[in-house]
């Protein structure tokens, strides 16, 4: 009791002199991250009526690391858009890290393999609706099943958009592929 009194004559002093003040001096808290939100890399572009948005779990990785990729795709005109799927499994959006000609990272499996339909298609996406896809891979050659060397790598995210013809059905013949890419590290 006797060191604690001495204690709070400082602190009712301390506030005396300052005053409690009205908050603007203040930093603000940064907004709580929402649970689907990665810190770390981040990169968006707007292209042919779509918004995408790149995040990364990091800007730089060790040899080995997992590499988690967030991609989010939005209709941002007031029409429904529509994109190319090649399985009954895909989302519409890819994400990938090429290494050089056929080689990329190797692609972490979550969870049970899916059995899906080898079929092209189509998906409508409504204005301003949103696919998000998310991807973990290592930072290893899928072929050699080995680290990859220290560098510098681009996650590439893409889809593929639709164009109608004049009676408003669906052209497949001539696509627009949207895509982006941002840079990350690996080093030793």
Do not use: W
Not at 137 to 150: R, Y
């Amino acid at each position: 009791m006797k060191k604690t009194f001495p204690a709070l004559i400082c602190c009712a002093l301390l506030f005396s002199l300052t005053g409690c003040g009205d908050g603007s001096s203040r930093e603000e808290k940064p907004a709580a991250l929402e649970p689907e939100e990665i810190p770390g890399l981040f990169h968006s572009v707007q292209s042919n009526g779509l918004e995408i948005v790149l995040k990364a779990s990091q800007v730089k990785y060790k040899p080995g690391d997992e590499v988690l990729a967030l991609a989010v795709i939005r209709n941002t005109t007031d029409q429904s858009l529509y994109y190319q799927t090649v399985n009954s499994c895909d989302s519409g959006v890819q994400i990938e890290i090429p290494i050089d000609s056929g080689r990329h990272f190797v692609e972490v499996e979550q969870g049970e393999p899916k059995a899906c339909a080898e079929i092209m298609g189509a998906k409508e996406l409504k204005p301003n609706e949103t696919i998000t896809e998310q991807v973990t891979f290592q930072a290893k050659d899928h072929q050699q099943k080995q680290n990859v060397q220290p560098g510098t790598y681009q996650i590439i995210v893409r889809s593929t958009l639709l164009t109608h013809n004049e009676d408003q059905s669906i052209n497949f013949e001539s696509p627009t592929r949207v895509e982006t890419s941002a840079a990350f590290t690996v080093e030793k």
